[in-house]
C-alpha cells in the first residue's frame, strides 16, 4: 500500500507565508520523485515543484524565487515552503510521490490539502 499524508494548509493574507508537508510511505515501490502540484477552482491540475531523491529541483515559473521545496530522504517527507503568497496560489495542493526520476502522473498522491490566499 502506499500512503501520502498531508499537512499545513490553510487560509493566509497575501504576502504571507505556509509550510506544507507530506509523508509517503511505500510497500510497492522505491519512492523517487516528489513533489506539489496543485488545482486551482475550474483549472487543471499543474506541477508547482518536484524533487528527486538526489536532489534535482523543478519549479513552475510562477513560483520560483516565492517557493522552496525541500525534503528528507530517510523519512520520505517532502516540504514546500510557500512565501510572498498571491491570490492565483489559492488551490488544493496535492503531494505526489512516485519511483521514476520524474513525477509522472502515473504515481500516487495525497489527498491535497487547501490552501486559500484571501484578506
Known amino acids: 500500500q502506499v500512503q501520502l499524508v498531508e499537512s499545513g494548509g490553510g487560509l493566509v493574507q497575501p504576502g504571507g507565508s505556509l509550510r506544507l508537508s507530506c509523508a509517503a510511505s511505500?510497500?510497492?515501490?522505491?519512492?523517487?520523485?516528489m513533489g506539489w502540484y496543485r488545482q486551482a477552482p475550474g483549472k487543471e491540475r499543474e506541477l508547482v515543484a518536484s524533487?528527486?531523491?538526489?536532489?534535482?529541483?523543478n519549479y513552475a515559473d510562477s513560483v520560483k524565487g516565492r517557493f522552496i521545496i525541500s525534503r528528507d530522504n530517510a523519512e520520505n517527507t517532502v516540504y514546500l515552503q510557500m512565501n510572498d503568497l498571491k491570490s492565483e496560489d489559492t488551490a488544493v495542493y496535492y503531494c505526489?510521490?512516485?519511483?521514476?526520476?520524474?513525477?509522472?502522473?502515473?504515481?500516487?498522491w495525497g489527498q491535497g490539502t487547501q490552501v486559500i490566499v484571501s484578506s
Open positions: 505526489y510521490a512516485g519511483p521514476w526520476s520524474i513525477p509522472l502522473p502515473q504515481g500516487y
Open positions: 524533487i528527486t531523491r538526489g536532489g534535482r529541483l
Open positions: 511505500s510497500a510497492t515501490f522505491s519512492i523517487n520523485a
